[in-house]
């Protein structure tokens, strides 16, 4: 009746720090609750938002806070998102969840599943969808500017690994960290200090989903957009696997979609690329002397070649073939006030809801999968989330939530 959404905020600083700030320069949006597991952090979001109140246990933050408000973030480490997130669901709150979506490709799926099946507003928190760089990139495919598209290839020159095998040590638990409760539904493992938290759990198996996971849902939404891509059909990896605890360096992975209505011929390969992995000549050759950025996409079309950095405005090529093509702007927006909006009735549905944003999510956790079984092809059933013939890779597809953190519909 007020106008005013009633937000809370699962994490207290880091990437929630900054979704924080940008959900609550919404003139009509009110910070009532923030929970962050960290006593540092804690002190820090209650003397940026006073009149908030902040809980250590986001469990009990739901419990106490749940019936009076409106919304939430997710903006933790990767293994906490879909446990937060469905059980913010199942109370009727919106979700805004930072990507990936979830740690696993089943929460993703139930996720998204849920999320429709209740009519409840959701955003994931891959922010650079909303830019006017992205979506200049998106209309000039849709505008049939490069032609249909036969290939796209997506890269990263971060490096979220570790090739070294966990230590062999149990360091004390800082004051007023509850280990347990980090850990929440993934495998238990002792506390190493400056191992997992607060940076570093990305490069770990069981927590974060490596590189792919942290930058694949950026850098391949463009092309994901753009084509219309839902799931892939098949997909291989060419890249080391990952150790028995961490995600491993110099991924490729080949991946395979059906055709769209913006593609050309039977399938459409997408070829993902990240650490030391860089797209071969026969592509870069088609910039035309230009520099690969760090990390981007390369869109190959029956009409021409289009660059998108990330992050920057899309290039066309060959220059010559272009020189006279303006490429008009598509105005951008704050991805977050997109989803407040949203909730508060007033504007459209989100671009990057989980029904977007959830086929999204499992195709690159799907590449992680992939990693584990280098040099083989994985032909994924995504209706039955499985991988037809083998068992093992199906087995990595969903996992048990640990004794004392089940949430209903997951783990």
């Known amino acids: ?21 940008n959900i609550s320069s919404h003139k009509n949006v009110r910070i009532a609750a923030v929970a962050e597991i960290d006593p540092g952090r804690r002190r820090q979001a209650q003397q940026r938002f006073k009149t908030a109140k902040v809980y250590a246990d986001w469990r009990e933050m739901l419990e106490k806070e749940g019936q009076n408000l409106d919304c939430v973030n997710v903006s933790t480490p990767d293994h906490m998102h879909a446990c937060m997130g469905m059980s913010a669901m199942q109370m009727g709150l919106d979700v805004y969840g930072q990507k ?13 599943e849920y999320a429709k099946a209740n009519g409840l507003k959701t955003q994931m928190g891959i922010q650079i969808h909303s830019s006017t760089q992205y979506r200049t990139a998106v209309q000039l495919v849709h505008d049939g500017v490069i032609g249909k ?18 230590p062999n040590r149990k360091d004390p638990v800082p004051e007023g960290l509850d280990w347990d409760a980090w850990i929440g539904p993934a495998p238990f493992t002792d506390f190493i200090k400056g191992y997992y938290h607060p940076g570093q759990w990305r490069k770990r198996l069981d927590y974060g989903t490596g590189t792919f996971g942290d930058m694949g849902c950026h850098i391949y939404d463009p092309t994901f957009k753009a084509l219309g891509l839902t799931y892939p059909i098949s997909l ?4 080391k696997p990952p150790n028995k605890d961490n995600w491993g360096f110099d991924a490729k992975i080949n991946y395979v979609f059906p055709k769209t209505k913006y593609s050309e011929g039977k399938n459409l390969p997408v070829t993902w690329y990240d650490g030391g ?83 999204l999510s499992e195709t690159v956790l799907l590449g992680g999968i992939a990693t584990r079984f280098p040099e083989e092809e994985l032909t994924w059933d995504a209706p039955a989330l499985t991988f037809k013939g083998n068992k093992e890779a199906t087995g990595l597809v969903r996992r048990k939530y640990r004794k004392g953190w089940s949430v209903k519909g997951l783990g």
């Open 1 to 21: 009746p007020n106008e005013t959404v009633r937000h809370a905020s699962f994490g207290g600083g880091g990437m929630a720090g900054s979704d924080l700030g």
């Open 277 to 359: 992995q860089r797209p071969p000549a026969n592509v870069t050759s088609l910039l035309e002397g230009k520099k690969l950025p760090g990390q981007g996409s390369v869109i190959i079309g029956t009409k021409g070649v289009m660059l998108i950095p990330h992050v920057g405005m899309p290039e066309l090529f060959p220059k010559k073939d272009f020189a006279d093509v303006e490429i008009k702007k598509v105005e951008g927006e704050s991805h977050w006030h997109q989803f407040i909006d949203a909730v508060r009735g007033t504007g459209p549905v989100p671009s990057a809801n989980f029904s977007y944003s959830g086929p």
């Open 100 to 112: 990936p979506l979830t740690h696993d490709v089943a929460e993703s799926r139930a996720l998204t």
């Open 149 to 166: 598209v036969k290939e796209a290839h997506s890269f990263s020159n971060k490096r979220w690994g570790d090739a070294n095998p966990k």
């Open 236 to 239: 291989r990896s060419e890249g």
